[in-house]
């Protein structure tokens, strides 16, 4: 079966995709590869040079291992993923949100981005296609909530920053971050419009384009 290496800068998408891929691809020979000091450089500094680097020493040991394909999980590190992609053309090598983005182009109207991790939203809409409207709205606190180990406050504040997007008339709300996903349930008690996350999507496309 495929090895797939997962590329996460956030612990807590370690389990969300895991999971989802326990669902819809036990098969898969799976690698972890967790370096969570990248968010937190991020958060201080940008996309340069050094980190674009980062990401290649990263991805070139996990070919060195044997990956069939890598899948990052934190959506704040869109060219440094490109750039990898573009280094390793022979296989697949997918951003978090690629599926999940296809499938709220489609959808169309207005689509309201849930992150909890500010630089997300400052990267991410530029993945949506210019035809499509997108609104967002930051989970101020939420991250913090679930690092701290309450599970319940991350999902309770993602559920709010959801219905303020609706409140300015979303028609879809997209969550980010593979971190989030643990919080669909409640978002979407709280909201009258399709909810969609990016773990389930994401292991549905990478399987599509590797052999089972």
């Known amino acids: ?57 990263l991805a070139d040991y996990a070919v060195d291992c044997g990956a069939d394909g890598i899948l990052f999980t934190c959506s704040a590190f869109g060219s440094c993923i490109d750039a990898v992609a573009d280094r390793h053309a022979s296989m697949p090598v997918l951003k978090p949100n690629e599926a999940m983005v296809a499938a709220a182009a489609r959808q169309g109207g207005r689509i309201g981005l849930v992150a909890s991790f500010a630089p997300t939203l400052a990267s991410m809409p530029a993945e949506f296609p ?48 593979f971190s989030l996903a643990r919080a669909a349930d409640t978002v979407r008690g709280g909201v009258s419009v399709p909810v969609l996350t990016t773990v389930d999507s994401a292991v549905e496309l990478l399987r599509s384009r590797l052999p089972s």
């Open 1 to 57: 079966m495929p090895r797939i290496a997962l590329i996460h800068a956030l612990a807590h998408s370690v389990a969300p995709i895991n999971q989802a891929f326990a669902r819809h691809w036990p098969q898969a020979g799976l690698m972890n590869l967790l370096d969570d000091s990248l968010s937190s450089d991020l958060a201080k500094g940008s996309l340069d040079a050094r980190m674009h680097q980062r990401f290649q020493t």
């Open 130 to 177: 210019s035809t499509v409207s997108v609104d967002v709205e930051l989970a101020d606190g939420a991250l913090a909530a679930l690092e701290n180990g309450d599970g319940a406050r991350h999902d309770a504040l993602a559920a709010e920053a959801a219905q303020r997007l609706c409140e300015r008339g979303c028609d879809l709300i997209a969550l980010a971050q």
